[in-house]
């Protein structure tokens, strides 16, 4: 007689295609949790556009208290064009990302042989950025004067740490360790962002020599997007700043089967508090509520949570039934639900 | 009986390959002279690695004066892996650049039919980056504490002013409204960096007022890679900050035939002083001094040059060369002087 063991999730469907995309990735998770002895027991969270009309709300501190009481979140998708930009970005989604101390926020990419790159010939690309998620020009320390007049002046101060970049630059060490080719790479611009570039720099150096197997290796952001797209096939895990991360994981995200299949991890390693999924690809009010979305990556991303959670196996159930599915796209249209329920039976498999 | 102009060049081969691409374009310059009755006077500066070694000078303010009373600057590359990241950057090419007002970097892309891309279907890509080149995180308002310890903290301040925004914008929008397509991209990320992002987007929606005909677009960084990829067809003038345009313009680079072709200028609008035209690779050591290095964009920078002194025949003959060598350019190895050799012979024809 096997014990079921239970874990809490704390879900935030989000905005536009947010919803939908997490409806697919909550029926594969339940697919698999059946036959690896695990449920899970969800709480709502209805955060974002909708609610910010409504009430003024982005996230309330007490919300927040009550996420953070959970085993880990998932998240869809947040923002739409009807919200002053920046107000649900800065309120909810860095706001859950910086309080509960989301510093490594995990994001693969791989071609899929079936999936079409837009690179005429990729190779074969399978990497990992760690980006840094809780410092960098993220942390919302900017402010102006005279807004409005021609003497105005706006300012953003991208802060580092010693702190918070040996902490993540460890984490990206212990993941190229466990990977085979051993490979790691800072993307920086420390010919100019002297400062936080050199704290970079010395940082890598002086965790490397506690990892004498990995080959370590530096790229300016500016040619680092360069080798994406001439030899992405290079990289194995990449470590890098938040904004650097941001804009070079969705260029590896469209050179690698596109923003559909990108999948992220916003994790607390310490576990001090719940770890945070949700795919790359933003709200797409565009395409909301048609059943058009590719609800793939948000999928990839329950797969990264069960893997935070330590269910390996249930993690790999999903991943391969992810590839399988992928390795039979045909091209013909399927709606977002058509597609999940399509990995949901391979996943129960 | 015409009259010959001179013009005063004031050249900077600089570091690597700087030296060799830098002899070509000055080659070709020579060879379109005579027939547009002007002739260039050129002074050479040695500034760069080898000087900053022998005197630990990088740009001497009384050698910047010098400089400054050109009519023009042609620049090879700066930078050696002997000099600490940031030295050269910072105390030279930066310093340039900002002292002499450079507010608009120009950064043409354009794929020619013949030149490989790393895409598979790039389309029809002809635009061209105005990357804001004397504000943002280039600045250098950054500092550090505590340097070396477990205390570290580093920081880089972006600075926008309404002063610098506004005059780059309107320079963008006046040359979309040269163009036949008539759109203008803003690139920032105004999600998160919402105080500088706010003051780019509000004078991009002012000075378009003024320019009806033009149809504005905004995307954030992170999103512009993507469409870099996958349909950078989409795109006529772009306008963007100094670090986003940085990243952005290696990788739009990268699609169109790579670094190799790719010529940029720094330019100061108000001609208060003397414009500067350099390729925007990098000094690659590892090739220097074995003319293996594709002297293209230091030509393309050349006509760019010769656009910027209202000699708009000799560039248009440097830029026609160029189209025809590469045209028929078949893959077989050409050393440096060959390439120049070859286009100066056109461009004079
Ligand atoms: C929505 C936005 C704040 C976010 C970011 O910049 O981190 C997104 O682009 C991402 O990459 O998750
Ligand atoms: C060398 C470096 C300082 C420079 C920059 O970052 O501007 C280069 O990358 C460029 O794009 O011209």
Excluded at 130 to 145: D, I, M, S
């Amino acid at each position: 007689m096997s014990e079921t063991k239970n874990f809490t999730l704390a879900v935030v469907p989000g905005d536009g295609i947010g919803p939908e995309v997490t409806t697919e990735a909550l029926k594969v998770l339940d697919a698999v949790a059946a036959q690896h002895g695990v449920t899970f027991e969800r709480t709502e969270y209805d955060l974002g556009a909708k609610r910010w009309h409504a009430t003024g709300e982005t996230l309330p501190d007490a919300e927040l208290e009550e996420i953070r009481k959970h085993d880990a979140i998932l998240l869809g998708a947040v923002g739409d064009p009807s919200v002053p930009s920046g107000v649900l970005e800065r309120g909810l989604l860095l706001k859950l990302r910086f309080t509960l101390d989301h510093y490594v926020n995990l994001r693969p990419s791989k071609i899929y042989p079936s999936v079409g790159s837009p690179l005429a010939n990729p190779g074969e690309v399978d990497f990992v950025v760690v980006r840094e998620g809780t410092e960098g020009p993220y942390v919302g320390n900017g402010g102006a004067l005279r807004v409005g007049t021609p003497a105005e002046i706006a300012t953003e101060v991208s802060v580092n740490t010693a702190y918070g970049v040996e902490r993540v630059v460890r984490d990206a060490f212990a993941r190229a360790q466990a990977r085979p080719r051993k490979k790691l790479t800072l993307v920086h611009k420390n010919n100019v962002l002297v400062y936080a570039g050199h704290l970079w720099k010395r940082t890598v150096d002086k965790v490397a020599e506690e990892f004498p197997e990995i080959a370590v290796d530096y790229l300016h952001v500016d040619a680092a997007t360069i080798f994406l797209v001439t030899d992405p096939a290079r990289f194995d895990v990449i470590v890098t700043d938040n904004l650097f991360g941001d804009i070079i994981t969705d260029l590896a995200a469209a050179i690698s089967g596109g923003i559909g299949l990108a999948a992220s991890g916003n994790i607390n390693p310490d576990r001090t508090a719940p770890s945070m999924f949700e795919p790359v690809h933003g709200s797409a009010p565009d395409i909301a509520g048609q059943q058009k979305a590719d609800p793939t990556a948000a999928i990839l991303s329950a797969s990264l949570l069960l893997e935070h959670l330590g269910l390996t196996e249930a993690a790999r159930a999903i991943e391969d039934a992810v590839t399988a599915d992928i390795e039979e796209r045909t091209g013909v249209a399927r709606s977002t639900a058509e597609i999940g329920d399509a990995i949901a039976k391979r996943a129960a498999g």
